[in-house]
């Protein structure tokens, strides 16, 4: 039987944290330059990204950041250490549609440069937590 609400109780951290790796990872494939060439700030929920989600991240995508690293005002979002432009890529609540099967909305803003947002399904395979299908609500 499928039901349909928040996370509150059906998840753990962990899974909510798998979760939201595998959305960023998929969002991040699709921006050629993000988190290689130019800085990324990522949040979930609102927040950063627990410590170790942000290791995981910066092992494939070296100039990923935590969110709250950016100075982001006006559209323009900059990376507090360096001064370069950047992207801040987004991880909305996470809504259950069974135990193996979430709903979460994801985003990338560059400010003036553009923004994309996506709906996704992601559902648990083979042990791991995988984006099946991420559809463009609006560019």
């Keep these: ?4 609400g ?3 109780g059906l998840y753990t951290q962990a899974e909510k944290d798998a979760i939201g790796l595998a ?3 998929d969002l991040l494939s699709r921006h050629s330059n993000a988190g290689k060439k130019q800085p990324c700030f990522v949040r979930f929920e609102g927040k950063d990204p627990p410590e170790d ?3 995981t991240l910066t092992k494939i995508y070296p100039r990923v950041r935590a969110a709250s690293q950016a100075e982001w005002r006006e559209a323009t979002g900059r990376d507090r250490v360096g001064s370069y432009r950047g ?4 991880v909305g609540r996470i809504n259950a549609v069974s135990r ?5 909305m994801g985003d990338w803003d560059g400010g003036p440069f553009g923004r994309a947002y996506y709906d996704y399904t992601v559902r648990f395979i083979d042990g791991q937590w ?3 299908v991420a559809s463009v609500r609006r560019c």
Excluded at 1 to 4: G, P
Aim: with cysteine; glycine share 0%.
């Design 87 to 90: 992207l801040m890529f987004s």
């Design 100 to 104: 193996t099967e979430v709903t979460v």
């Design 23 to 25: 959305v960023v990872c």
């Design 6 to 8: 928040t996370h509150k």
């Design 53 to 55: 989600v942000l290791t």
């Design 1 to 4: 039987m499928k039901t349909t």
């Design 130 to 132: 995988q984006p099946v």
